[in-house]
Nanobody, 124 residues
Framework: QLQLVESGGGLVQPGGSLRLSCAASGFTLENYAIGWFRQAPGKEREGVSCITSRGSTNYRDSVKGRFTISRDNAKNTVYLQMNSLKPEDTAIYFC??????????????????WGQGTQVTVSS
């Protein structure tokens, strides 16, 4: 059964760090691009970062320099290291498998499998 499972969310103070994990099962993750998305309360879901099958990355402007996406193909897992967290980063974070091995924007229709999400709350 094909599945993506996020973990690593939680409550953190502003300026703190979290590392999210996206564990894949039922398919070989290295053949696909993987994206991270987030949805804040009352807002639409937005793309945060994407990593290609070859490891190239991109980020939305608001997280550049603070977030790092990476992948461990041996563990079939993608990570999102989030540093210098801000209250505006508070959201449910989702990972998703793109239908292709490359990243090209964050059009949700181009992603075919989604995890259930993990809550990240940045608050003092």
């Amino acid at each position: 059964q094909l599945q993506l499972v996020e973990s690593g969310g939680g409550l953190v103070q502003p300026g703190g760090s979290l590392r999210l994990s996206c564990a894949a099962s039922g398919f070989t993750l290295e053949n696909y691009a993987i994206g991270w998305f987030r949805q804040a309360p009352g807002k639409e879901r937005e793309g945060v970062s994407c990593i290609t099958s070859r490891g190239s990355t991109n980020y939305r402007d608001s997280v550049k320099g603070r977030f790092t996406i990476s992948r461990d193909n041996a563990k079939n897992t993608v990570y999102l290291q989030m540093n210098s967290l801000k209250p505006e980063d508070t959201a449910i974070y989702f990972c998703a498998r793109r239908r292709y091995p490359y990243c090209s924007g964050y059009v949700e229709a181009s992603y075919d499998y989604w995890g259930q999400g993990t809550q990240v709350t940045v608050s003092s």
